[in-house]
């Protein structure tokens, strides 16, 4: 079956303690992305990645990081999470000739 | 990439269409109107997208006005599964950025 998966699904931690969520699909899509979605403010786009090794930010980058080393995994990598940082992530992936994106399930982070 | 307006929130009745409008007035000309929807805290899922034709597809149809600054997503027939945040996404095609924005709460009505 097709699928972008995230892990894990939900996350609680502490302020300053480095944290990373993992995503991978098995569509050999070259294009994958991550968004983070808050209340009022809809979803944003964090960072994208056109294929390996090649990433750029997004709206909402700061104090975040990522990384294409294999093609079917995007990790967001959280280096200081900050309470600013709770919010529910979704990882996405597309074709390089395909129309549609295709979501994770979802992240729900809560940084205490 | 440019922006959109969209209704915060709208109802409808189970079984009739239900018409969602969406504002882009500085659309440019290689950019295309996107459509995808959000159920719950579920992952946003994929429903139609157009350039400047009318588009249908078996989940809904896209009407993109002649000057292309407005257009609307139609879900003929309204069921209760489509109650869902709708969001629409103006962009270049296949273009590397996405811009949700907060998107209209679509509540069908028994």
């Known amino acids: 079956e097709a699928q972008v998966t995230q892990n894990p699904r939900y996350l609680i931690t502490v302020t300053g303690k480095k944290l990373t969520v993992t995503c991978s699909q098995n569509m050999n899509h070259e294009y994958m992305s991550w968004y983070r979605q808050d209340p009022g403010l809809g979803l944003r786009q964090i960072y994208y990645s056109m294929n390996v090794e090649v990433t750029d930010k997004g709206d909402v980058p700061e104090g975040y990081k990522v990384s294409r080393k294999e093609k079917r995994n995007f990790p967001l990598i959280l280096e200081s999470p900050s309470p600013n940082q709770t919010s529910l992530y979704f990882c996405a992936s597309r074709g390089s000739v395909g129309e549609t994106q295709y979501f994770g399930p979802g992240t729900r982070l809560l940084v205490l | 990439d440019a922006k959109t307006t969209q209704p915060p929130s709208m109802d409808c009745a189970e079984g009739r269409a239900a018409n969602l409008p969406c504002n882009h007035s500085?659309?440019?000309?290689?950019?295309?109107v996107y459509w995808y929807r959000q159920i719950h805290s579920q992952g946003p899922q994929y429903i139609i997208h157009g350039l400047k034709n009318n588009e249908t597809n078996e989940m809904a149809s896209l009407i993109i006005t002649e000057d292309r600054k407005s257009s609307t997503l139609i879900l003929p027939h309204a069921t209760l599964r489509d109650t869902a945040v709708y969001y629409c996404?103006?962009?270049?095609?296949?273009?590397?950025?996405?811009?949700f924005g907060t998107g209209t709460s679509l509540t069908v009505i028994p």
């Open positions: 500085t659309i440019s000309g290689n950019e295309y």
């Open positions: 996404i103006v962009r270049v095609r296949r273009g590397n950025q996405f811009y």
